[in-house]
């Protein structure tokens, strides 16, 4: 992926975590330090919960996966070339 690209969809992804974010109180970094070091179990019990951590972990981990990639190109890239001076779409 480009880097704007990378941007856009970071953004789209952003989005949805904080349907999440908002609905659950926390943000997400948080809540996925959370599930990852086990402390919410749980909630397995809970068919709602359950799908909905489950969709929230890997939105965050594609978003984790997009910065991640956005940082190592944007690192390699002429800034100047990647600064984009008209609208995407």
């Not at 948080?30 to 919960?49: K, N």
């Not at 981990?61 to 390699?76: D, F, G, H, V």
Request: proline share 1%; hydrophobic share 35%; glycine share 4%.
């Amino acid at each position: 992926m480009k880097i704007h690209e990378l941007v856009i969809e970071m953004k789209l992804l952003e989005r949805r975590l904080t349907l999440y974010e908002e609905k659950y109180g926390v943000l997400s970094e948080d809540f996925y330090h959370a599930l990852m070091s086990g402390e919410l179990a749980h909630y397995d019990e809970y068919d709602e919960t359950r799908a909905d951590f489950s969709r929230w972990k890997g939105i965050y981990e594609t978003w984790q996966r997009r910065k991640s990639a956005y940082r190592e190109q944007i690192a390699q890239a002429d800034f100047l070339k990647a600064l984009r001076f008209q609208p995407a779409y």
